[in-house]
């Protein structure tokens, strides 16, 4: 059993940054590909950005591409998620979630995730 731990939310107002981590205690991070996802109440959790255990391929939805940034560290074992021009629309409590998969995939889909965090706040208003 892998566990998740996310960090880095909070309350940010209308154009501002945020950026999440995503830690592994006692799990062997590079077995991992990465994802993070977003829901809000009465909705589905969302597909935001994936990256593969190497770090080299990733993916980001329609909706975050170009305001998102994916990352890890492989050495400090953790996950990253660089969030800028933030909109209230991004509202929402945001996963990590890990799959043991081969070096350069990763998925865009929920149901292929094997371990999930416990997830982390993010509110953008003024």
């Known amino acids: 059993q892998v566990r998740l731990v996310e960090s880095g939310g909070g309350l940010v107002q209308p154009g501002g940054s945020l950026t999440l981590s995503c830690v592994t205690p006692g799990g062997t991070f590079t077995d991992y590909a990465m994802g993070w996802f977003r829901q809000t109440p009465g909705k589905e959790r969302e597909f935001v950005a994936a990256?593969?255990?190497?770090?080299?391929?990733?993916d980001y939805s329609d909706s975050t591409k170009g305001r998102f940034t994916i990352s890890r560290d492989n050495a400090k074992s953790t996950l990253y998620l660089q969030m800028n021009s933030l909109v209230p629309e991004v509202t929402a409590v945001y996963y990590c979630?890990?799959?043991?998969?081969?070096?350069?995939?990763?998925?865009?889909?929920?149901?292929?995730?094997?371990?999930w965090g416990q997830g982390t706040q993010v509110t953008v208003s003024s």
């Open positions: 979630a890990a799959v043991s998969v081969g070096g350069f995939a990763y998925y865009k889909s929920r149901s292929e995730y094997e371990y």
């Open positions: 990256i593969s255990r190497v770090g080299i391929t990733f």
